[in-house]
């Protein structure tokens, strides 16, 4: 019988799916027995660019706790070999400093690098700034005291593998996991081609240019986009909803289950991906893609270098792909399909 330690701080929920199903296969494998050091954030907010001093000190706080909890559970035992959840930057940091011989085999799940999401994606931190170089040093260690680091896509291993300096055979390429959607296709009574987008509004994403599409199309009576999500660039929407420009948008605003999801998935027409110009948008499969797959839901969504090279390994192109950064582009797609409905089966996964 193997043991393993599981380590996490995180949210173990559907609204982080890796984290919560990932977990779940390794509790129930065979010939394989768990512990589990984890620490839930389920009921605390997650940190935002528009939080006040007082959300972010309590966030620090429960974080600060949940890693001394984590690592304190986690040394009662001290198995041999641990997968630490994402986001696990820190508790592998930490174990770096257990001298080699007597540091456990690391798995650390990194489909995110905290680096690159938060310096090089969305700007917060200049590269140059203190806390942009002091992230860096962290991941850094973290990456090369780790056994293996999981990542999702061929493309993150060979970025990760050239920003931090870090040998190829280092990283293993899982794909994310989703729970299994209940999907049900129900009549709305509304034949306006429904563009369904679910995001976090992250810049990757480039709901700007879902908005400015959105505009093009406005006076087209046979057009509507449902917009589920919140997050750093809700500006965009905010402002195209308060001064009118988008009545053809519907936005549910904020995060919601599962189930939620189920539903607007079943009354859409066509799912919109991710049309973002930032280098991250290339080489990244989100969550939302694979929610889309699941249901066997006609895609639109950026030419990133990462469609490009699943077209060429399957021998074709399974989604319909516009320009990222290029609302006309979207636009054109979108209105096509809207007057050629029977395409949508033959885009359809």
């Not at 990456?143 to 990760?160: C, G, H, L, P, R």
Request: glycine share 6%; hydrophobic share 40%.
């Amino acid at each position: 019988m193997k043991y393993q330690a599981i380590l996490g701080v995180t949210r173990i929920s559907d609204s982080y799916p890796n984290v919560k199903y990932k977990i779940d296969l390794l509790n129930h494998l065979n010939n394989l027995t768990t512990r589990n050091c984890l620490y839930s954030l389920n009921k605390i907010s997650t940190f935002s660019t528009r939080s006040g001093l007082i959300p972010r000190l309590v966030l620090a706080a429960k974080m600060f706790w949940g890693h001394c909890y984590v690592l304190l559970c986690y040394m009662t035992k001290f198995e041999k070999v641990v997968y630490i959840t994402y986001p696990g930057i820190f508790l592998c940091f930490f174990l770096s400093f257990i001298p080699k011989y007597f540091r456990p085999t690391i798995f650390l799940d990194s489909f995110i690098s905290l680096y690159d999401a938060i310096v090089l994606d969305r700007k917060l931190f200049s590269q140059t700034h203190v806390m942009a170089r002091i992230i860096y040093f962290i991941e850094k260690r973290s990456f090369n005291a780790a056994y293996k680091v999981i990542v999702d896509t061929e493309e993150n291993s060979q970025y990760y593998s050239q920003l931090f300096s870090i040998p190829m055979d280092r990283f293993s390429v899982i794909p994310l996991s989703i729970p299994k959607l209940a999907l049900n296709k129900k009549e709305t009574g509304d034949h306006r081609l429904n563009c369904v987008f679910i995001g976090t509004f992250v810049p990757l994403q480039g709901i700007k240019i879902i908005i400015d599409a959105a505009k093009l199309l406005s006076n087209n009576p046979d057009i509507v986009f449902t917009i589920v999500g919140d997050g750093q660039d809700s500006r965009y929407i905010e402002d195209a909803k308060s001064n009118g420009t988008c009545p053809n948008i519907v936005w549910h605003k904020g995060h919601f289950p599962t189930e939620f999801i189920e539903k607007i998935l079943g009354q859409a027409d066509v799912c919109l991906g991710i049309f973002g110009t930032t280098e991250k948008t290339q080489r990244v499969l989100p969550y939302k893609l694979y929610y889309y797959f699941s249901a066997g839901l006609p895609v639109i969504t950026g030419n990133s270098k990462y469609i490009k090279r699943i077209s060429d390994a399957v021998g074709y192109t399974p989604v319909v792909s516009s320009e990222v950064g290029d609302p006309g582009s979207l636009a054109a797609e979108i209105e096509y399909l809207a007057n050629n409905r029977e395409t949508l089966n033959d885009i359809a996964l």
